[in-house]
């Protein structure tokens, strides 16, 4: 059961540029997107999410973008720092009749180097 | 910042062995959750609660499961036989008004092993 998909298992960029992380979903009762980072041993930490009635939420680095009619989001951090390495999970919530839990992709490690 | 904290840690087990997990949410948040992730997997939902009862559960949350909140603060899950396959690490989350288009804040998570 894949209904939110990463991709992606990792991904690399340098300093100061674009990171662009990527996630698919397949139910299109969802709607709202989260996305959670994690670092080792610790709790997912809430970055940014969207509603499906957006197509783009800003906060600070970070740009959630969401396109319905392909069921895919995106994040993206500009300019990138060594500090956001870490994974990063996907998250959707609202499919069919249930409007409490969260269904999580399999998540991204970014690794940003200086 | 208010957070969701939880006990203990890590927990080491004998399978066939009870074991209490225990979190305690955001103070004025009315919906909690326990999640967990084995290693090199998904997270995965386990449960919601609201009001003294479970709101949803999932196919994971079998009769070994079970979850409780026994004061005005803490929030737990009990598994009542501990398998080998309940390694894991487990997550507590809760949430302001479980409307579903809100954010659930996560704890640090307890790193069970059955051995």
């Known amino acids: 059961d894949q209904q939110v998909k990463q991709n992606s298992p990792s991904l690399s960029v340098q300093e100061g540029r674009i990171s662009i992380l990527n996630c698919d979903y397949t139910?299109?009762?969802?709607?709202?997107f989260l996305w959670y980072k994690k670092y080792p041993a610790e709790g997912p930490t809430f970055l940014i999410s969207?509603?499906?009635?957006?197509d783009k939420n800003e906060d600070g680095r970070f740009t959630v973008f969401l396109n319905k009619s392909a069921k895919h989001l995106s994040l993206h951090i500009v300019p990138s720092q060594p500090g956001d390495s870490a994974v990063y999970f996907c998250?959707?919530?609202?499919?069919?009749?249930?409007?409490?839990?969260?269904?999580f992709g399999k998540g991204t490690l970014l690794t940003v180097n200086p | 910042e208010p957070e969701v904290t939880q006990t203990p840690s890590h927990q080491v087990t004998q399978m066939g062995q009870e074991v209490i997990l225990r979190c305690v949410p955001i103070?004025?948040?009315?919906?909690f959750y326990w999640y967990r992730q084995i290693l090199g997997q998904k997270v995965e939902f386990l449960v919601s609660?609201?009001?003294?009862?479970?709101?949803?559960k999932s196919e994971i949350f079998d009769d070994q499961f079970s979850v409780e909140r026994p004061d005005g603060s803490n929030f737990t899950l009990k598994i009542r036989s501990t398998k080998l396959e309940d390694s894991a690490m487990y997550f507590c989350?809760?949430?302001?008004?479980?409307?579903?288009?809100?954010?659930?804040?996560f704890g640090p998570g307890t790193r069970l092993l059955v051995l």
């Open positions: 969207i509603s499906s009635i957006k």
């Open positions: 609660f609201y009001n003294n009862e479970i709101s949803e």
């Open positions: 989350a809760s949430s302001e008004q479980g409307t579903g288009q809100e954010t659930q804040y």
């Open positions: 103070s004025n948040h009315l919906y």
């Open positions: 139910n299109s009762m969802f709607d709202y």
């Open positions: 998250a959707a919530s609202g499919g069919g009749g249930s409007n409490y839990k969260l269904t």
